[in-house]
């Protein structure tokens, strides 16, 4: 499967966006799926999950409240809508996905998720 993320921009803070990634193939509705976020300087860090159905969803603490994980899979789109932005998150964001239903145990692991999209860019200003 392919990912394309779109969506990023320039927001102030306490600003909202929405991202999305846009799924191709037949197997998208499958997959547990992810957003992933790089800060200049840092290292990639685990966001949101959410499983194949969308029964069940993840977040890291710092967004947790301000930011919701969904899934549409009758238009394989992955979403993220982000309220309440700061300027902390300002990033690159990754959407992510994996087949093998890692969610449960290997949500936050870069390294268990074998599609990723190319990134969209979310800058928040003070």
């Known amino acids: 499967v392919q990912l394309q993320a779109s969506g990023g921009g320039l927001v102030q803070a306490g600003g909202s966006l929405r991202l999305s990634c846009a799924g191709s193939g037949r197997t998208f509705s499958t997959y547990d799926m992810a957003w992933f976020r790089q800060a200049a300087g840092k290292e990639r860090e685990f966001v949101a999950a959410?499983?194949?159905?969308?029964?069940?969803?993840y977040y890291v603490d710092s967004v947790k409240g301000r930011f919701t994980i969904s899934k549409d899979n009758a238009k394989n789109t992955l979403y993220l809508q982000m309220n309440s932005l700061k300027p902390e998150d300002t990033a690159i964001y990754y959407c992510?996905?994996?087949?093998?239903?890692?969610?449960?145990?290997?949500?936050?692991?870069?390294?268990?998720?074998?599609?990723w999209g190319q990134g969209t860019l979310v800058t928040v200003s003070s």
């Open positions: 959410i499983r194949w159905n969308g029964a069940d969803k």
């Open positions: 992510a996905g994996n087949r093998n239903r890692i969610i449960t145990s290997r949500r936050s692991e870069i390294l268990a998720y074998e599609y």
